[in-house]
Protein backbone atom coordinates (compact mmCIF):
# COMPACT_ATOMS: atom_id res chain seq x y z
CA UNK A 1 0.00 0.00 0.00
CA UNK A 2 1.09 3.55 -0.79
CA UNK A 3 2.56 5.61 2.30
CA UNK A 4 1.11 8.87 1.04
CA UNK A 5 -1.84 10.75 1.37
CA UNK A 6 -3.26 13.77 -1.20
CA UNK A 7 -6.41 14.98 -1.60
CA UNK A 8 -8.25 13.92 -4.21
CA UNK A 9 -8.38 17.12 -6.48
CA UNK A 10 -7.17 20.53 -6.63
CA UNK A 11 -7.78 23.83 -8.75
CA UNK A 12 -5.47 26.55 -9.07
CA UNK A 13 -5.61 30.06 -11.94
CA UNK A 14 -3.05 30.01 -14.37
CA UNK A 15 0.03 31.89 -13.60
CA UNK A 16 -0.72 31.78 -9.76
CA UNK A 17 1.57 29.43 -7.54
CA UNK A 18 -0.28 25.67 -7.33
CA UNK A 19 0.65 24.02 -3.44
CA UNK A 20 0.78 20.40 -3.44
CA UNK A 21 0.10 18.98 -0.09
CA UNK A 22 1.37 15.34 0.66
CA UNK A 23 1.08 13.23 3.85
CA UNK A 24 3.13 10.36 4.72
CA UNK A 25 3.27 10.06 8.83
CA UNK A 26 4.57 6.52 8.55
CA UNK A 27 7.92 7.77 6.53
CA UNK A 28 11.64 6.25 7.48
CA UNK A 29 14.22 8.00 8.07
CA UNK A 30 15.75 6.04 4.91
CA UNK A 31 12.80 6.95 2.55
CA UNK A 32 12.67 10.01 0.46
CA UNK A 33 10.03 11.57 -0.83
CA UNK A 34 9.46 11.91 -4.55
CA UNK A 35 7.02 14.01 -6.81
CA UNK A 36 5.48 12.48 -10.15
CA UNK A 37 3.43 13.77 -12.48
CA UNK A 38 1.58 11.70 -15.32
CA UNK A 39 -0.50 13.75 -18.26
CA UNK A 40 -3.16 11.71 -19.58
CA UNK A 41 -1.92 8.40 -21.30
CA UNK A 42 1.68 8.80 -20.93
CA UNK A 43 4.16 7.80 -18.41
CA UNK A 44 4.71 9.71 -15.21
CA UNK A 45 7.37 12.35 -15.53
CA UNK A 46 9.87 12.80 -12.24
CA UNK A 47 9.36 16.50 -10.79
CA UNK A 48 11.55 16.31 -7.68
CA UNK A 49 12.70 14.67 -4.53
CA UNK A 50 14.14 15.36 -0.97
CA UNK A 51 14.93 13.70 1.92
CA UNK A 52 15.09 16.44 4.60
CA UNK A 53 16.22 19.38 3.04
CA UNK A 54 13.84 21.90 1.02
CA UNK A 55 14.88 21.36 -3.08
CA UNK A 56 14.60 23.38 -6.09
CA UNK A 57 14.79 22.51 -9.47
CA UNK A 58 13.83 24.15 -13.02
CA UNK A 59 10.19 22.57 -12.37
CA UNK A 60 9.30 22.84 -8.68
CA UNK A 61 10.36 23.24 -5.51
CA UNK A 62 10.06 21.20 -2.56
CA UNK A 63 9.09 21.54 1.04
CA UNK A 64 9.31 18.83 3.74
CA UNK A 65 8.37 19.53 7.26
CA UNK A 66 11.03 19.07 9.80
CA UNK A 67 9.17 16.28 11.30
CA UNK A 68 9.43 14.88 7.41
CA UNK A 69 5.62 13.33 8.03
CA UNK A 70 3.98 15.81 5.43
CA UNK A 71 5.33 18.07 2.12
CA UNK A 72 4.22 20.58 -0.09
CA UNK A 73 4.92 20.28 -3.78
CA UNK A 74 4.96 24.43 -4.84
CA UNK A 75 5.01 24.81 -8.82
CA UNK A 76 5.63 28.69 -8.86
CA UNK A 77 3.87 29.47 -11.32
CA UNK A 78 1.01 27.27 -13.13
CA UNK A 79 0.20 27.06 -16.89
CA UNK A 80 -2.46 25.26 -18.56
CA UNK A 81 0.09 22.52 -18.96
CA UNK A 82 0.61 21.99 -15.74
CA UNK A 83 -2.73 20.04 -15.29
CA UNK A 84 -1.97 16.41 -14.91
CA UNK A 85 -2.45 14.00 -11.89
CA UNK A 86 0.50 14.76 -9.12
CA UNK A 87 1.59 11.86 -6.84
CA UNK A 88 4.13 11.80 -3.69
CA UNK A 89 5.46 8.78 -3.56
CA UNK A 90 7.97 7.65 -0.35
CA UNK A 91 10.83 5.49 -1.51
CA UNK A 92 13.86 3.58 0.31
CA UNK A 93 15.52 3.62 -3.15
CA UNK A 94 18.58 0.80 -4.58
CA UNK A 95 18.37 -2.51 -3.20
CA UNK A 96 16.21 -5.63 -2.81
CA UNK A 97 13.72 -4.33 -0.91
CA UNK A 98 13.24 -1.23 -3.56
CA UNK A 99 9.60 -0.12 -4.47
CA UNK A 100 7.61 2.78 -6.09
CA UNK A 101 4.30 1.84 -4.95
CA UNK A 102 1.80 5.22 -6.27
CA UNK A 103 -1.01 6.42 -4.21
CA UNK A 104 -3.94 7.70 -6.09
CA UNK A 105 -2.18 11.16 -6.22
CA UNK A 106 -4.09 14.53 -6.90
CA UNK A 107 -5.83 15.68 -9.85
CA UNK A 108 -4.58 18.92 -10.53
CA UNK A 109 -6.76 21.49 -12.85
CA UNK A 110 -5.25 24.74 -14.21
CA UNK A 111 -8.23 27.66 -14.90
CA UNK A 112 -7.18 29.58 -17.01
CA UNK B 1 16.08 13.73 -17.41
CA UNK B 2 17.48 10.30 -18.41
CA UNK B 3 15.17 8.52 -21.12
CA UNK B 4 13.63 5.25 -20.70
CA UNK B 5 12.14 3.90 -24.12
CA UNK B 6 9.44 1.51 -24.33
CA UNK B 7 8.20 -0.45 -27.46
CA UNK B 8 5.53 -0.60 -28.81
CA UNK B 9 3.44 2.26 -27.90
CA UNK B 10 0.51 -0.14 -28.73
CA UNK B 11 -0.39 -3.20 -29.56
CA UNK B 12 -3.25 -4.93 -30.51
CA UNK B 13 -3.47 -8.91 -30.79
CA UNK B 14 -5.68 -11.90 -30.74
CA UNK B 15 -7.05 -13.81 -27.20
CA UNK B 16 -4.55 -16.59 -26.68
CA UNK B 17 -1.85 -15.61 -28.56
CA UNK B 18 1.73 -13.83 -26.42
CA UNK B 19 3.13 -10.50 -26.59
CA UNK B 20 6.42 -8.95 -25.54
CA UNK B 21 6.90 -5.20 -24.08
CA UNK B 22 10.69 -4.17 -24.35
CA UNK B 23 11.87 -1.35 -21.94
CA UNK B 24 15.00 0.31 -22.81
CA UNK B 25 17.00 3.24 -20.90
CA UNK B 26 19.42 4.21 -23.03
CA UNK B 27 21.77 6.79 -21.49
CA UNK B 28 22.20 5.14 -18.19
CA UNK B 29 22.52 1.47 -16.57
CA UNK B 30 19.50 0.63 -14.92
CA UNK B 31 20.22 -1.55 -11.96
CA UNK B 32 16.89 -1.46 -11.41
CA UNK B 33 13.30 -1.98 -13.07
CA UNK B 34 9.87 -1.63 -12.40
CA UNK B 35 6.49 -2.77 -14.66
CA UNK B 36 3.13 -1.42 -13.95
CA UNK B 37 -0.32 -1.95 -15.01
CA UNK B 38 -2.93 1.05 -15.12
CA UNK B 39 -6.24 0.74 -15.74
CA UNK B 40 -8.51 3.77 -17.07
CA UNK B 41 -8.68 6.29 -14.45
CA UNK B 42 -6.54 4.25 -11.95
CA UNK B 43 -2.94 4.74 -10.29
CA UNK B 44 -0.27 2.71 -11.38
CA UNK B 45 0.04 -0.67 -9.91
CA UNK B 46 3.25 -2.12 -9.09
CA UNK B 47 3.21 -5.85 -10.67
CA UNK B 48 6.86 -6.58 -10.42
CA UNK B 49 10.49 -5.13 -9.79
CA UNK B 50 13.41 -6.65 -11.79
CA UNK B 51 16.74 -6.25 -10.88
CA UNK B 52 19.78 -7.25 -13.53
CA UNK B 53 20.90 -10.63 -13.69
CA UNK B 54 18.53 -11.76 -10.72
CA UNK B 55 14.40 -13.49 -10.90
CA UNK B 56 11.74 -10.61 -10.78
CA UNK B 57 9.67 -10.24 -7.30
CA UNK B 58 6.14 -10.22 -8.53
CA UNK B 59 3.53 -8.41 -5.85
CA UNK B 60 1.01 -10.30 -4.51
CA UNK B 61 -1.80 -11.35 -7.08
CA UNK B 62 0.68 -11.05 -9.70
CA UNK B 63 1.07 -14.27 -12.14
CA UNK B 64 4.15 -15.14 -12.80
CA UNK B 65 3.99 -17.27 -15.00
CA UNK B 66 1.52 -14.97 -17.50
CA UNK B 67 3.69 -11.99 -17.08
CA UNK B 68 7.61 -13.28 -17.59
CA UNK B 69 9.94 -10.97 -16.99
CA UNK B 70 13.19 -10.49 -18.23
CA UNK B 71 16.18 -8.00 -17.27
CA UNK B 72 18.97 -9.68 -18.91
CA UNK B 73 21.05 -6.78 -19.00
CA UNK B 74 21.66 -2.73 -17.31
CA UNK B 75 20.27 -1.16 -20.70
CA UNK B 76 16.83 -3.87 -21.15
CA UNK B 77 13.95 -5.29 -19.11
CA UNK B 78 11.03 -6.98 -21.14
CA UNK B 79 7.60 -8.36 -20.28
CA UNK B 80 5.39 -10.63 -22.02
CA UNK B 81 2.24 -11.24 -21.19
CA UNK B 82 1.46 -15.08 -22.22
CA UNK B 83 -1.94 -16.73 -23.46
CA UNK B 84 -3.63 -13.01 -23.31
CA UNK B 85 -6.86 -12.64 -22.66
CA UNK B 86 -9.47 -8.91 -23.09
CA UNK B 87 -8.73 -8.75 -19.41
CA UNK B 88 -5.27 -8.28 -20.17
CA UNK B 89 -5.99 -5.27 -21.78
CA UNK B 90 -4.71 -2.61 -20.04
CA UNK B 91 -1.51 0.92 -20.23
CA UNK B 92 1.58 -1.22 -19.45
CA UNK B 93 4.30 1.06 -17.68
CA UNK B 94 7.78 0.37 -17.12
CA UNK B 95 10.25 2.55 -15.07
CA UNK B 96 14.43 2.52 -14.62
CA UNK B 97 16.61 3.34 -11.80
CA UNK B 98 20.09 3.16 -11.42
CA UNK B 99 20.78 2.58 -7.14
CA UNK B 100 19.61 5.21 -5.35
CA UNK B 101 18.83 7.78 -8.08
CA UNK B 102 15.12 8.87 -9.49
CA UNK B 103 13.46 6.71 -11.21
CA UNK B 104 12.92 7.41 -15.16
CA UNK B 105 9.63 6.51 -16.88
CA UNK B 106 8.95 4.79 -20.03
CA UNK B 107 5.95 6.75 -22.11
CA UNK B 108 3.67 2.99 -21.25
CA UNK B 109 2.48 0.71 -24.10
CA UNK B 110 -1.34 0.22 -24.37
CA UNK B 111 -2.27 -3.32 -25.10
CA UNK B 112 -5.68 -4.06 -26.79
CA UNK B 113 -6.56 -8.15 -26.86
CA UNK B 114 -9.33 -8.81 -29.03
Known amino acids: DAKTTQPPSMDCAEGRAANLPCNHS???????VYWYRQIHSQGPQYIIHGLKNNETNEMASLIITEDRKSSTLILPHATLRDTAVYYC?????????????FGKGTRLHILP | GAVVSQHPSWVICKSGTSVKIECRSLDFQATTMFWYRQFPKQSLMLMATSNEGSKATYEQGVEKDKFLINHASLTLSTLTVTSAHPEDSSFYICSASQGRTEAFFGQGTRLTVV
Open chain 1, 89 to 101: IVRVGGGRDDKII
Open chain 1, 26 to 32: TISGNEY
